[in-house]
T-cell receptor
Framework: KQEVTQIPAALSVPEGENLVLNCSFT??????LQWFRQDPGKGLTSLLL?????REQTSGRLNASLDKSSGRSTLYIAASQPGDSATYLC????????????FGGGTRLMVKP | GAGVSQSPSNKVTEKGKDVELRCDPI?????LYWYRQSLGQGLEFLIY????????KSGLPSDRFSAERTGGSVSTLTIQRTQQEDSAVYLC???????????FGNGTRLTVT
């Protein structure tokens, strides 16, 4: 059974700091990996999707990398801002799981002004 | 609308009653997912629809839960004889294809008293 783990569970940083969120998964036979952001009381917003054949994706101040062989992905946030405060979740689609997304538990990020 | 719409946004029901939760996906999206998020917990997969294929119901927690997707568009999640442990936020998501970014609705917060 695929397990997706996100460390740390919570993170507090001062504004302006560059930071890295980690996601690990136990089964490397994935189709893609997605990073999401969830604000309190809201649904999830897709940030980046990395196909299994790709190594990284960038969008603005966000950069996500994927290393399938080691079962890891990182989300890099440059020059963090208070508006980045949210819970960040990663999810993978397994090749042998009927296209179901398996989510990590999330990292709750607080960026202090 | 531009996004995934879920209704109602909040539902309070008495134990033992049946409830129906509705999801309007983005027009043209072939894939539709239902997830459940309990307080302080991660996302739990419930059911997945892809085009005209038989749905993946492997995540439904009991036979009190059922879902349908009519005409490849609107989906309804039905919970019969609700129990207090059914209290959670029920999230719907859709994607253009199974390998595309997911778009989530804001969820229905279900409280069973």
């Amino acid at each position: 059974k695929q397990e997706v783990t996100q460390i740390p569970a919570a993170l507090s940083v001062p504004e302006g700091e560059n930071l890295v969120l980690n996601c690990s998964f136990t089964d490397s036979a994935i189709y893609n990996l997605q990073w999401f952001r969830q604000d309190p009381g809201k649904g999830l917003t897709s940030l980046l999707l990395i196909q299994s054949s790709q190594r990284e994706q960038t969008s603005g101040r966000l950069n996500a990398s994927l290393d399938k062989s080691s079962g890891r992905s990182t989300l890099y946030i440059a020059a963090s801002q208070p508006g980045d405060s949210a819970t960040y979740l990663c999810a993978v689609i397994l090749r042998n799981a009927g296209n179901m997304l398996t989510f990590g538990g999330g990292t709750r990020l607080m960026v202090k002004p | 609308g531009a996004g995934v719409s879920q209704s109602p946004s909040n539902k309070v029901t008495e134990k033992g009653k049946d409830v129906e939760l509705r999801c309007d996906p983005i027009s043209g999206h072939t894939a539709l997912y239902w997830y459940r998020q309990s307080l302080g917990q991660g996302l739990e997969f419930l059911i997945y629809f892809q085009g005209n294929s038989a749905p993946d119901k492997s995540g439904l927690p009991s036979d009190r839960f059922s879902a349908e997707r009519t005409g490849g568009s609107v989906s309804t999640l039905t919970i019969q004889r609700t129990q207090q442990e059914d209290s959670a936020v029920y999230l719907c998501a859709s994607s253009l294809t199974w390998n595309s970014p997911l778009h989530f609705g804001n969820g229905t917060r279900l409280t069973v008293t």
